[in-house]
C-alpha cells in the first residue's frame, strides 16, 4: 500500500509560482504512473498531469506551457512546477498513484490547497 503526502501549496499572487511535492512511502514508487489533479469548488476532480515510470508525461491543455511535472525516483517524490498561476489555478491539487493492474487500487494523498489571488 502506498501512502501519499503532498506539500508546497499556499496563497500566490497572480503571475507568480510555486512548486508542489508528493512524497512516497509504503511500495515501490519507480514502476507507477503518478499524477496531479485538482478540485476547485463546486467542480469536479480534473487531471492536471501524469508522469508514466519511464518518465514521460502528458498535461491538461490549458496547463501546457505553464506546469511541469518531474519525479525523482531516488526520492520517490513527484513534482509539480506552477508558474503564471492564475485565478482559476485555485484548488485543492491531489496527487495520485495510477495502479498498474485489477487487483491493485489507485491511491491519493490528502491535497493540499493553492490560491491564487491578489
Known amino acids: 500500500q502506498v501512502q501519499l503526502v503532498e506539500s508546497g501549496g499556499g496563497l500566490v499572487q497572480p503571475g507568480g509560482s510555486l512548486r508542489l511535492s508528493c512524497a512516497a512511502s509504503g511500495s515501490i514508487f519507480s514502476i507507477y504512473a503518478m499524477g496531479w489533479y485538482r478540485q476547485a469548488p463546486g467542480k469536479q476532480r480534473e487531471l492536471v498531469a501524469y508522469i508514466t515510470s519511464g518518465k514521460q508525461t502528458n498535461y491538461a491543455n490549458s496547463m501546457k506551457g505553464r506546469f511541469t511535472i518531474s519525479r525523482d525516483n531516488a526520492k520517490r517524490t513527484v513534482y509539480l512546477e506552477m508558474n503564471s498561476l492564475k485565478p482559476e489555478d485555485t484548488a485543492v491539487y491531489y496527487c495520485?498513484?495510477?495502479?498498474?493492474?485489477?487487483?491493485?487500487?489507485?491511491?491519493w494523498g490528502q491535497g493540499t490547497q493553492v490560491t491564487v489571488s491578489s
Open positions: 495520485k498513484k495510477f495502479a498498474r493492474s485489477v487487483d491493485e487500487d489507485d491511491s
